[in-house]
């Protein structure tokens, strides 16, 4: 009988400590961003940026529809191991040092995260370092993550 009662207890402590996490986590929109990206560290990610992102699409003046497909296609853009331009723009424009996360990611399963994290990275300690951003010119010098983010090689 006291077996069982510890498995209550910690059966409730668990649904509990479950629930108590999906309540922290909401999304404006409703989006459940686990169903996209199938890791914890981007549906994070994604819920951490979602209201930068919102207060964007707002200076835009998207619809509310276009602000949730944005959204969801930037998580599954994310899943996809996919650096598309409008996520890179999307993410630079709102908080581009929340992408160190990135890093956490296995390297050879997203490894353009992780040259989307360092490319970012590159620029922080570029303009820290010299005062001024780094040009795209200057940015190309790298092929590696111009590829990576671009997605063709530059001449």
């Not at 400590?17 to 996209?36: G, L, P, R, T």
């Not at 619809?63 to 944005?70: M, P, T, V």
């Not at 990135?102 to 303009?127: R, W």
Request: aromatic share 14%; charged share 30%; net charge negative.
């Amino acid at each position: 009988m006291k077996k069982l009662t510890y498995l209550i207890a910690v059966l409730f402590v668990c649904f509990t400590s479950c629930f108590a996490f999906s309540a922290e986590q909401k999304s404006a929109y409703e989006i459940d961003y686990a169903k996209f990206t199938y890791n914890q560290i981007l549906t994070d990610f994604m819920y951490d940026i979602e209201p930068k992102l919102i207060k964007f699409y707002d200076t835009l003046e998207l619809s509310d529809k276009d602000k949730k497909w944005a959204l969801e296609g930037i998580a599954l853009g994310l899943a996809s191991n996919n650096v598309f331009k409008n996520l890179l723009t999307d993410i630079e424009e709102v908080d581009p040092d929340a992408t160190s996360v990135f890093t956490q990611l296995p390297k050879d399963e997203f490894s353009n995260l992780h040259l989307l994290a360092e490319h970012f990275q590159i620029k922080k300690d570029y303009k820290q370092k010299y005062g001024v951003e780094l040009t795209k010119e200057e940015g190309e010098k790298s092929l590696r993550l111009y590829r990576a983010l671009f997605g063709k090689e530059h001449k």
